[in-house]
């Protein structure tokens, strides 16, 4: 089946370690994003990549990094920076956009990640 | 940065009532994308719209892109049980708002 895999499901993490969730897409989309909720809050956006090998910073990329080495793949590693990483984590990945295909707007999630800082 | 306000944050209706929410943008977009998300999961894709004054449904829900390509609505009618989740809008940048939780009461 085609869709958007996240691992692990739920994380632990002590202060101090650096993680990485994974994130693995087989819908061949060329975009692919990762974004943080916290309980009770919308999502924010923290990194994204339009293409193999690019990535761009979001709106609160402090703390993370991600690399974007093959085009099903966009890992997201949570540094010792990141002060209270405590969230859920969601991937997400879109189709190319086109004047024809202007569908390449519309993202889809994965199933998310909970990162908990023990 | 370009603010989204999304409105109301909560909702709480009874079961039968139709519901409306929306959202408003400071600037112009292309696209505007409303999804569902139930608790501890990714959000779903519910509607998405490409072009000013579009209106498209699906099932009971129907989403407008305004024509000022600022703004968009969402509503949906005969709510039932299932409809409870966050809803959220989203914008051409990838950038959501903050969310309506919707409550129904049976």
């Known amino acids: 089946d085609g869709g958007i895999t996240q691992s692990p499901k739920y994380l632990f993490r002590k202060e101090g370690q650096n993680v990485t969730l994974s994130c693995e897409q087989n819908l061949n989309h060329d975009a692919m994003y990762w974004y943080r909720q916290d309980p009770g809050q919308g999502l924010r956006l923290i990194y994204y990549s339009q293409i193999v090998n690019d990535f761009q910073k979001g709106d609160i990329a402090e703390g993370y990094s991600v690399s974007r080495e093959k085009k099903e793949s966009f890992p997201l590693t949570v540094t010792s920076a990141q002060k209270n990483p405590t969230a859920f984590y969601l991937c997400?990945?879109?189709?190319?956009?086109?004047?024809?295909?202007?569908?390449?707007?519309?993202?889809?999630f994965g199933e998310g990640s909970w990162l908990t800082v023990v | 940065g370009q603010q989204l306000n999304q409105s109301p944050q909560s909702m709480f209706i009874q079961e039968g009532e139709d519901v409306s929410m929306n959202c408003t943008s400071s600037?112009?977009?292309?696209?505007w994308l409303w999804y569902k998300q139930d608790p501890g999961e990714g959000p779903v894709l519910l509607i998405a719209l490409y072009k000013a004054g579009e209106l498209t449904s699906n099932g009971r829900l129907t989403a407008q892109f305004g024509i000022t390509r600022k703004d968009s609505f969402l509503n949906i009618s005969a709510s039932i049980p299932s409809d409870v989740g966050i809803y959220f809008c989203?914008?051409?940048?990838?950038?959501f708002g903050a969310g309506t939780r919707l409550t129904v009461k049976p």
């Open positions: 600037s112009i977009f292309n696209t």
């Open positions: 989203a914008r051409g940048d990838m950038r």
């Open positions: 997400a990945s879109s189709p190319p956009t086109s004047r024809f295909s202007p569908s390449g707007n519309t993202i889809y």
